[in-house]
């Protein structure tokens, strides 16, 4: 099994739809990051949270929610989708980003929305 | 602003071809740059972290180094293997190492 896991892989949605796209890690790490990758735009962080009660907003929040549920579990929501959030979803987790190897990105979520 | 920008955003290389890709960068007071390897379909690798002007690390047929602007990642003698996209990160001068700045990639191509 993956050490963080992303469901659903692919998934195609209409303007104005609730969405949640789910992570599940087995690393055992306590930070668990949203990220969002546009062609061209590189990552951009959404939220990231430190444990289940410490949850922090990152460069582009707006039109998302986060719930971390448990140290394993960290889902993101779009509460009504729209087109301009059509991007490649990644859910990571670490110890302190970029400093060590253990570094851990999921394989990602191709959200589209139409 | 802080800013990271990698050149070029796609690179074609013949097998056993070296060449260097650029990740430049406009923070104030680096705490560190780190790089990435992106294959298709999956989530960034950790690849290196470089802290200070002058500092090298390498892996394989990889080798990454860091001046006081900008960061080359040198590919020597590249296989279709090393075939991914590229990316770095920086942190921000202020937010901490928790809200990396990425660049937008290179994509390598190594052809046989």
């Known amino acids: 099994d993956a050490d963080v896991t992303q469901t659903p892989r692919n998934r195609i949605t209409k303007t104005g739809k609730r969405i949640m796209l789910e992570c599940s890690q087995t690393?055992?790490?306590?930070?668990m990051y949203w990220y969002r990758q546009d062609p061209g735009l590189g990552l951009r962080l959404i939220y990231y949270?430190?444990?289940?009660?410490?949850?922090n907003k990152g460069e582009i929040s707006d039109g998302y929610s986060v719930s971390r549920q448990a140290q394993a579990k960290f889902s993101l929501s779009l509460e009504s989708a729209i087109p301009n959030q059509t991007a490649l979803y990644f859910c990571?987790?670490?110890?302190?980003?970029?400093?060590?190897?253990?570094?851990?990105f999921g394989s990602g979520t191709r959200l589209t929305v139409v | 602003e802080d800013q990271v920008t990698q050149s070029p955003e796609a690179l074609r290389l013949q097998e056993g071809e070296s060449s260097s890709l650029n990740c430049s960068y406009t923070?104030?007071?680096?705490?560190?740059l780190f790089w990435y390897r992106q294959d298709p379909g999956k989530g960034p690798e950790f690849l290196f972290t470089?802290?200070?002007a002058g500092e090298e690390k390498e892996k394989e047929r990889l080798k990454a180094t860091l001046t006081k602007k900008e960061s080359f990642l040198h590919i020597t003698a590249p296989k279709p293997e090393d075939s991914a996209t590229y990316l770095c990160?920086?942190?921000?001068?202020?937010?901490?190492?928790?809200?990396?700045?990425f660049g937008a990639g290179t994509r390598l191509a190594v052809h046989p």
């Open positions: 990571a987790t670490s110890e302190c980003p970029g400093l060590t190897p253990d570094d851990t």
């Open positions: 690393k055992g790490h306590d930070r």
């Open positions: 949270s430190f444990d289940v009660k410490d949850i």
């Open positions: 923070v104030s007071g680096l705490r560190g």
């Open positions: 470089l802290y200070s």
């Open positions: 990160a920086v942190p921000p001068f202020s937010g901490g190492y928790n809200k990396l700045i």
